[in-house]
């Protein structure tokens, strides 16, 4: 298993760890619409499954009542890199606002 900074720089399992801990460190951005709540997150192991670029960045969007949380995902992206991250994290919005339950 390979492991990323948030800036996608390769570190060791220990450092990994060690950020991994830090919820806010963790999120990215976070976005309630109506009903459904978009999470963007640094998950900060290599999601790819095609050899691609490493994919450390997730977006899900979940149903939400306030805190109560149905915690299997609507909508789910995964990016390379922070900025792409947040482009994502901004589409997941619009596809939220457009599929309201």
Known sequence: ????DRQ??????QEWA???ENRAHKRVAETTVG???VSTVWLGL??????GPPLIFETMVFK??????????????RYSTEEAA????????????????
């Open 18 to 20: 060690t950020q991994a």
């Open 46 to 51: 290599d999601h790819s499954l095609s050899g």
């Open 1 to 4: 298993m390979n492991y990323y």
């Open 64 to 77: 939400a009542d306030g805190e109560d949380i149905d915690w299997s995902e609507e909508y789910a992206e």
């Open 86 to 101: 947040l482009a994502g994290h901004d589409r997941a919005v619009e596809w939220a606002r457009e599929h309201q339950p």
């Open 8 to 13: 996608g720089n390769a570190i060791s399992m």
């Open 35 to 37: 009903r459904l709540w």
